[in-house]
């Protein structure tokens, strides 16, 4: 490993100890850049800014999710069974994580409008996509409704969660799960 990637380990790791930690909001530049043992320039030559920073650490905690969402949607299971095993398995992957890093993370997703890089929009709307694809053929989603009408309300529910904590969305999984399987069909 050169100097180069030892620095970005070293910022990236202490970005997720201070995440898991301590409200993103009282993070500083100056304190993760001391603990890491850079000066604040370096941070921002790599990163450009804090809000990329915290970007781009929660981001890399969850990158394998995408692989296993893939693998849910291409098996055997129904509509129902699809949409609650992936449901499933990002609560799993968030209980992984201290209840800070989840609030930290519900807080960078609902306040940062650039939280999702262009290929992780992309992704999620092949997931969206394929979901779509599934309910329809299974006929779980109306035959009246389009992709389009059917990404519009994905946006909705999307905007909609962006005001919620991360323990309000976990505690109602449930009931968004049954509102909407129960919605499209």
């Known amino acids: 490993m050169n ?17 898991s930690n301590k409200e993103i909001t009282n993070i500083t530049v100056d304190e993760i850049a001391e603990k890491a043992e850079v000066s604040k320039v370096t941070i921002f030559k790599y990163y450009g800014s804090k809000n990329q920073l915290m970007n781009t ?8 999710m995408a692989e296993e969402i893939e693998s849910i949607i291409q098996s055997e299971l129904g509509f129902e069974a699809t949409y609650e095993a992936i449901t499933k398995m990002k609560l799993d992957q968030l209980e992984r994580y201290s ?30 996509n394929e979901l ?4 329809q053929a299974e006929g779980k989603i109306a035959s009246d409704l389009t992709k389009a009408d059917f990404l519009f309300i994905i946006n909705i529910f999307i905007r909609g969660m962006k005001g ?20 499209f069909a």
Not at 132 to 135: L, P, Q, V
């Open 57 to 64: 650490v929660i981001m890399r905690a969850f990158e394998h």
């Open 164 to 183: 919620l904590s991360a323990q309000e969305l976990v505690k109602h999984t449930r009931l968004i799960n049954r509102f909407f399987i129960n919605g």
């Open 99 to 128: 209840e800070m890093f989840s609030q930290n993370l519900m807080t960078q997703y609902s306040q940062d409008p650039d939280f999702f890089n262009a290929d992780a929009v992309n992704a999620q709307m092949k997931v969206y």
């Open 3 to 19: 100097q180069t990637e030892k620095k970005k380990a070293a910022i990236l790791a202490t970005t997720f100890n201070f995440l």
């Open 132 to 135: 779509f694809e599934k309910g």
